[in-house]
């Protein structure tokens, strides 16, 4: 399983926007720094090409790998652990790779977030549209 960096695919940037994830603001809301970020996409690199997602949240009903997954990452700047830190939502099972949706802190800037309540539905929508894109183009595919 590969990461890819969700904000080198304008298509994925633009998805994650149509269902309300926006990762430039994400990065806003949470004080994540471009040396922070770089640490983060590289643990959660190494995390995933060890097939290790964090916990499922949403798994697809049409496409057995595809999946929404949310693992914890500490926040070695504020000296918070995995417990307090940063939340990233990751998409899994698109072939084999995986990409960033959405990153929050469980407790730093104005905007913490406790939990994902508000964002299941947007998720469970995101992951519908893949379904349907996948689908889709393996039925062209198939003709």
């Known amino acids: 399983m590969n990461l890819i960096d969700t904000f080198d695919c304008q298509m994925l940037m633009n998805l994650l926007k149509n269902h309300g994830f926006d990762l430039i603001k994400d990065l806003k ?10 640490r ?3 643990d ?3 995390d995933v090409s ?3 997602f964090g916990d499922r949240l949403i798994q ?3 496409i057995d790998d595809l999946a929404v997954y949310k693992a914890r990452y500490k926040d070695t700047e504020r000296g918070e652990g995995k417990r307090g830190g940063y939340r990233v939502i990751l998409v899994v099972g698109i072939g084999d790779i995986a990409f960033i949706a959405h990153i929050y802190h469980k407790h730093a800037g104005k905007h913490s977030k406790p939990d994902l309540t508000d964002d299941r539905k947007n998720l469970r929508k995101l992951v519908q549209e893949i379904e349907a894109g996948i ?8 003709e």
């Open 44 to 46: 959660v690199t190494d």
């Open 50 to 52: 060890n097939n290790n």
């Open 29 to 38: 809301r949470t004080g994540l720094r471009k040396s922070g970020y770089a």
């Open 60 to 62: 697809s009903d049409a």
């Open 135 to 142: 689908l889709s183009s393996l039925e062209n595919d198939l």
């Open 40 to 42: 983060l996409i590289q």
